[in-house]
T-cell receptor, first 118, second 115 residues
């Protein structure tokens, strides 16, 4: 679990600013997932990326949110012009491969970034 | 549309007794189910999983039961320990050629095990 590194752990932004959340997957993992947890709710899938490719972004809000996973460096989740409703915990998970039959034990979550919009 | 539901927000049990956490789902296309444990200020940690072709999977003190006809699964922890106190999330996923590995999570159940 500690192998997936997210930073910062806590991020405070004023309304209208940009938030950039970083995720370095575990060594050898080339698949990254972003989830968002709103207060008192479960985790909601946002986006699934492989190196230089967005595979599934069906959970991403249509505006202001974007994600990338470049060939070199961490995956970035960017939120432009943040609003109070963006305040949440954002979790990244990584996996070495995606296999039919499951996500299961191959996926590991980071400790999350807690975004607070004031 | 909440496809995975954990209807009990919290559960309190005595140390040494059994903890039973429940989860219901609506999508019959789910192929596998997982339970995650989460401590405050940490990410979820995988606990145990079960394929839809099975009705039981056991790992030490943890057993997951799946009732496909009822679209219901449960996690049993026996015996419960104070260190088990955490939020438990049920999650489900679909296999097949379109599988992207994304999971659908329930809202979570907070388990408190009292010494």
């Amino acid at each position: 679990n500690a192998g997936v590194m997210q930073n910062p752990r806590h991020l405070v932004r004023r309304r209208g600013q940009e938030a950039r959340l970083r995720c370095s997957p575990m060594k050898g993992h080339s698949h990254v997932y972003w989830y968002r947890q709103l207060p008192e709710e479960g985790l909601k899938f946002m986006v699934y990326l492989q190196k230089e490719n967005i595979i599934d972004e069906s959970g991403m809000p249509k505006e202001r949110f974007s994600a990338e996973f470049p060939k070199e460096g961490p995956s970035i989740l960017r939120i432009q012009q943040v609003v109070r409703g963006d305040s949440a915990a954002y979790f990244c998970a990584s996996s070495p491969v995606t296999r039919t039959g499951g996500f299961g034990t191959e996926a590991f979550f980071g400790q999350g970034t807690r975004l607070t919009v004031v | 549309d909440q496809q995975v539901k954990q209807n009990s927000p919290s559960l309190s049990v005595q140390e040494g007794r059994i903890s039973i956490l429940n989860c219901d789902y609506t999508n019959s296309m789910f192929d596998y189910f997982l339970w995650y444990k989460k401590y405050p200020a940490e990410g979820p940690t995988f606990l145990i999983s079960i394929s839809s072709i099975k009705d039981k999977n056991e790992d030490g003190r943890f057993t997951v039961f799946l009732n496909k006809s009822a679209k219901h699964l449960s996690l049993h922890i026996v015996p419960s320990q104070p260190g088990d106190s955490a939020v438990y999330f049920c999650a489900a996923g679909s296999a097949g050629s379109s599988n992207t590995g994304k999971l659908i999570f329930g809202q979570g159940t907070t388990l408190q095990v009292k010494p």
